[in-house]
């Protein structure tokens, strides 16, 4: 079984060597429980168990648990079983092994598997004994966790959740005798069940019941604190354990969303265009090696910014993008992980916002997925850190996503990429916004084209208007559209950028050389101090990505072994021969490109500053002069 870096290997055969205890287990097993008044005899004809009217519940007494026979007692009638039965025994088996097996792990870990040796040589006495029966019962703990962990995860239910499931007669002697009360509280929970649908929904009752009431015991076991740091991955099963911090979720369920396709998206060519390749490099990723070739190659697009006004097409864009990379997963069979962080998400409670976010990033980062993140409206989900009027749950949110894109422990294999989005940029801290490897201004339609293409589209075909004189799409044509709009940052468009260019071509002429571009950025910097040395990343970042602007033939992506089932030299191979060198042309223009943003983000953060003020100095006006009246009136008391 292979395993990622940071993750506890378990391998198979340890596995394995549990399978007959499991099998025994659920098999026939007796456990010593509390009285509850239910009777272990059923009711003929009624798959139902007497309810006693005296009260037992001090009472402790044997219960004979057949887990397989309670299970196929859903169907009487028919000796062999169902797909659903056959599958949850199955799930039972081997979470049972699986939780033994990481018991096992916990006491090599720890210093259970020494005690343990000595204990059977001797008995152990004193603050040994202690901490063996310690160390014991937090593996027990273990056990349990693992096995109702596993059941959660591996048993898929779309019936409604059921809450009359209550939790089991926990015991945490050995690890054993945890799963022994587990299993006994899984069989009466499953008694009640009538058919397949109430079998599996009630199983997955159990097991969120079971796992609350752990988490409320955790506190009572030491040792447990390494055991919470550990991330355990069984690829073979598709399950995850990464410590107790947070309740393993439900397996990911397919992608609902509204895609859209590129031709539904009138103007915002730029953004469209590297939205389109960035579809395409996403699902270039070698899942064996873990790495992207883009990454290696440069040009792989980590994370970016869109910007614009309200009803430009920013939320239609994403749903282009994960249209697209959802079309490609699903030819190659990879599976796809969209999610998206929302205001929703910011909690009142200190330090959960923060948790909710590092969740999101760590969903969508995870190397066994094709992965796309975005937080839409990043200026109200995130605040800058001056901001004293910000939740202290939105700072949290952006000490995490700082840290995410563009921190220490920050490694990109090119399996995911984070969108932000946003109508007021300028009111995203510098910080982050700056680790936002590409900016995208979504400025919707422009050209009086735009508009025809646009009217046309939304408008239906449900008339029998003329179109007139227009060649209908022929302005969306994505080549012709992009050219165009790249060639239009040869020069630089915002005022404070257009100041500085101008005046370095009066003194130096045209940038033909890499000592005037070295020079043309310095002044940049002299201009706008945010202008930083993660800008000039960004910007080369982008001009790498425009030497690896190839469009990846469609071809590649239409079949499987195309391109995508490649080996990682082979893909990487592909791609080199279709690279070429940048140009100057290229250089200036995402220079411009970049530094237009850095001047519109700035002058609009000035121009509500400004703003701020006026309404502030008119409204002290406005109180001197109410004032002065009152004090004329005698209303005025000092």
Same mark, same amino acid.
């Given at each position: 079984?292979?395993?990622n870096a940071g993750l506890t290997t378990i391998h198979e055969e340890d596995i394995a060597r549990h399978l007959s205890t499991a099998q025994g287990m659920i098999s026939r097993l007796v456990v010593l429980e509390r009285g509850s008044?239910?009777?272990?005899?059923?009711?003929?004809?009624?798959?139902?168990?007497?309810?006693?009217?005296?009260?037992?519940?001090?009472?402790?007494?044997?219960?004979?648990?057949?887990?397989?026979?309670?299970?196929?007692?859903?169907?009487?009638?028919?000796?062999?079983?169902?797909?659903?039965?056959?599958?949850?025994?199955?799930?039972?088996?081997?979470?049972?092994?699986? %939780? !033994?097996?990481?018991?096992?792990?916990?006491?090599?870990? &720890? /210093?259970? +598997?020494? $005690?343990?040796?000595?204990? =059977?040589?001797?008995?152990?006495?004193?603050?040994?004994?202690?901490?063996?029966?310690?160390?014991?019962?937090?593996?027990?703990?273990?056990?349990?966790?693992?096995?109702?962990?596993?059941?959660?995860?591996?048993?898929?239910?779309?019936?409604?959740?059921?809450?009359?499931?209550?939790?089991?007669?926990?015991?945490?002697?050995?690890?054993?005798?945890?799963?022994?009360?587990?299993?006994?509280?899984?069989?009466?929970?499953?008694?009640?069940?009538?058919?397949?649908? %109430? !079998?599996?929904?009630?199983?997955?009752?159990?097991?969120? &019941? /079971?796992? +609350?009431? $752990?988490?409320?015991?955790? =506190?009572?076991?030491?040792?447990?604190?390494?055991?919470?740091?550990?991330?355990?991955?069984?690829?073979?099963?598709?399950?995850?354990?990464?410590?107790?911090?947070?309740?393993?979720?439900?397996?990911?369920?397919?992608?609902?969303?509204?895609?859209?396709?590129?031709?539904?998206?009138?103007?915002?060519?730029?953004?469209?265009?590297?939205?389109?390749?960035?579809?395409?490099?996403?699902?270039?990723?070698?899942?064996?090696?873990?790495?992207?070739?883009?990454?290696?190659?440069?040009?792989?697009?980590?994370?970016?910014?869109?910007?614009?006004?309200?009803?430009?097409?920013?939320?239609?864009?994403?749903?282009?993008?994960?249209?697209?990379?959802?079309?490609?997963?699903?030819?190659?069979?990879?599976?796809?992980?969209?999610?998206?962080?929302?205001?929703?998400?910011?909690?009142?409670?200190?330090?959960?916002?923060?948790?909710?976010?590092?969740?999101?990033?760590?969903?969508?980062?995870?190397?066994?997925?094709?992965?796309?993140?975005?937080?839409?409206?990043?200026?109200?989900?995130?605040?800058?850190?001056?901001?004293?009027?910000?939740?202290?749950?939105?700072?949290?949110?952006?000490?995490?996503?700082?840290?995410?894109?563009?921190?220490?422990?920050?490694?990109?294999?090119?399996?995911?990429?984070?969108?932000?989005?946003?109508?007021?940029?300028?009111?995203?801290?510098?910080?982050?916004?700056?680790?936002?490897?590409?900016?995208?201004?979504?400025?919707?339609?422009?050209?009086?084209?735009?508009?025809?293409?646009?009217?046309?589209?939304?408008?239906?075909?449900?008339?029998?208007?003329?179109?007139?004189?227009?060649?209908?799409?022929?302005?969306?044509?994505?080549?012709?559209?992009?050219?165009?709009?790249?060639?239009?940052?040869?020069?630089?468009?915002?005022?404070?950028?257009?100041?500085?260019?101008?005046?370095?071509?009066?003194?130096?002429?045209?940038?033909?050389?890499?000592?005037?571009?070295?020079?043309?950025?310095?002044?940049?910097?002299?201009?706008?101090?945010?202008?930083?040395?993660?800008?000039?990343?960004?910007?080369?970042?982008?001009?790498?990505?425009?030497?690896?602007?190839?469009?990846l033939p469609d071809e590649w992506f239409e079949t499987p072994d195309a391109f995508m089932h490649k080996p990682y030299d082979a893909k990487k191979a592909m791609i080199e021969e279709l690279r070429g060198p940048f140009s100057i042309?290229?250089?200036?223009?995402?220079?411009?490109?970049?530094?237009?943003?850095?001047?519109?983000?700035?002058?609009?953060?000035?121009?509500?500053?400004?703003?701020?003020?006026?309404?502030?100095?008119?409204?002290?006006?406005?109180?001197?002069?109410?004032?002065?009246?009152?004090?004329?009136?005698?209303?005025?008391?000092?």
């Open positions: 079984m292979s395993q008044g239910r009777s272990g005899t059923g009711l003929a004809g009624t798959g139902r168990r007497f309810v006693s009217t005296v009260s037992t519940g001090s009472v402790k007494r044997t219960r004979e648990v057949e887990l397989a026979k309670t299970v196929a007692a859903i169907r009487p009638d028919d000796p062999m079983l169902s797909i659903s039965q056959h599958t949850l025994l199955f799930r039972v088996r081997r979470g049972l092994a699986v %939780a !033994l097996a990481l018991s096992d792990s916990f006491a090599k870990q &720890s /210093a259970l +598997e020494a $005690l343990q040796a000595k204990n =059977s040589a001797a008995p152990l006495s004193g603050e040994a004994a202690t901490e063996f029966k310690a160390l014991l019962s937090a593996s027990a703990y273990v056990a349990a966790f693992a096995f109702a962990a596993y059941l959660l995860q591996l048993i898929g239910s779309e019936s409604e959740p059921v809450n009359d499931v209550d939790e089991p007669d926990f015991l945490f002697d050995t690890p054993q005798d945890a799963l022994k009360s587990m299993l006994a509280g899984l069989d009466a929970a499953l008694a009640e069940a009538r058919d397949d649908e %109430a !079998l599996t929904a009630r199983a997955r009752a159990f097991a969120r &019941s /079971a796992i +609350e009431g $752990l988490l409320q015991r955790r =506190s009572r076991f030491s040792g447990l604190a390494d055991f919470a740091e550990v991330h355990i991955r069984i690829e073979q099963d598709d399950f995850t354990l990464d410590g107790f911090e947070v309740t393993p979720g439900e397996r990911r369920k397919p992608l609902s969303m509204s895609f859209k396709k590129p031709e539904e998206i009138i103007g915002n060519h730029i953004a469209k265009y590297q939205a389109m390749k960035l579809a395409k490099m996403l699902v270039s990723y070698d899942f064996d090696r873990q790495m992207n070739p883009f990454v290696e190659l440069g040009g792989f697009l980590f994370t970016f910014i869109g910007d614009g006004m309200p009803g430009t097409g920013k939320t239609i864009l994403i749903q282009m993008i994960a249209g697209l990379i959802n079309d490609y997963c699903k030819i190659a069979g990879y599976p796809f992980h969209y999610e998206n962080f929302g205001v929703d998400q910011i909690s009142s409670y200190q330090g959960k916002s923060g948790q909710n976010c590092k969740a999101f990033v760590d969903n969508v980062i995870s190397p066994r997925a094709i992965g796309f993140g975005t937080v839409d409206d990043i200026d109200q989900v995130a605040a800058k850190r001056s901001d004293d009027r910000a939740s202290a749950g939105q700072h949290e949110v952006t000490a995490v996503l700082m840290e995410s894109f563009a921190g220490a422990s920050t490694v990109v294999r090119g399996n995911c990429a984070f969108g932000m989005f946003s109508n007021y940029p300028e009111n995203v801290d510098d910080a982050l916004r700056q680790r936002a490897g590409a900016r995208w201004l979504v400025d919707g339609p422009q050209s009086r084209e735009d508009y025809i293409d646009i009217f046309v589209l939304l408008a239906g075909r449900n008339h029998d208007i003329p179109l007139g004189r227009h060649d209908l799409y022929a302005g969306q044509e994505i080549k012709n559209a992009v050219a165009t709009s790249y060639s239009g940052h040869d020069e630089p468009k915002e005022d404070g950028l257009v100041a500085v260019w101008e005046t370095f071509r009066k003194e130096r002429g045209d940038i033909k050389t890499m000592a005037d571009v070295g020079e043309y950025l310095y002044r940049i910097k002299r201009a706008e101090p945010r202008f930083t040395g993660r800008a000039i990343k960004n910007i080369t970042d982008a001009i790498k990505m425009r030497a690896m602007d190839i469009d042309e290229m250089v200036l223009q995402e220079i411009n490109r970049y530094g237009d943003s850095e001047f519109r983000y700035t002058d609009k953060s000035d121009d509500a500053a400004v703003q701020d003020i006026i309404r502030r100095e008119r409204q002290r006006e406005k109180a001197v002069r109410e004032i002065e009246a009152m004090k004329r009136d005698g209303h005025w008391e000092n």
